[in-house]
Nanobody, 125 residues
């Protein structure tokens, strides 16, 4: 079992930066791949970024590639999403998720068994 709590969201102007954190409880975090997804009002939840259990493999959606960076600190049970050059279209609720298959950097929700409650990111133009 993994419980996930996100933080770090807020209101930022276009071009600005935010760093999201996801703190996990439970031993299985260290063996789990982690992902960040986002959901804008009226839209489906979509993949943003994922990282393997050891941090070696990462993958990004085309829409965030080059602007967002996912990382993790297993000693702190924490995964991060550094978001730079934010755009109004990045406005969404951001959710972290855990995939117990640690080597996999899945881009679809079906692989992720555990989800946080989300943190809101709003980018003003």
């Amino acid at each position: 079992q993994v419980q996930l709590v996100e933080s770090g969201g807020g209101l930022v102007q276009a071009g600005g930066s935010l760093r999201l954190l996801c703190v996990a409880s439970g031993r299985t975090f260290r063996n789990s791949a982690m992902g960040w997804f986002r959901q804008a009002p009226g839209k489906e939840r979509e993949f943003a970024a994922a990282i393997s259990w050891n941090g070696v493999n990462t993958i990004y959606a085309d829409s965030v590639k080059g602007r967002f960076t996912i990382s993790r600190d297993n000693a702190k049970n924490t995964v991060y999403l550094q978001m730079n050059s934010l755009k109004p279209e990045d406005t969404a609720g951001y959710y972290c998720a855990a995939d117990p298959t640690g080597w996999r950097t899945g881009t679809t929700r079906v692989f992720y068994h555990y989800w946080g409650q989300g943190t809101q990111v709003t980018v003003s133009s």
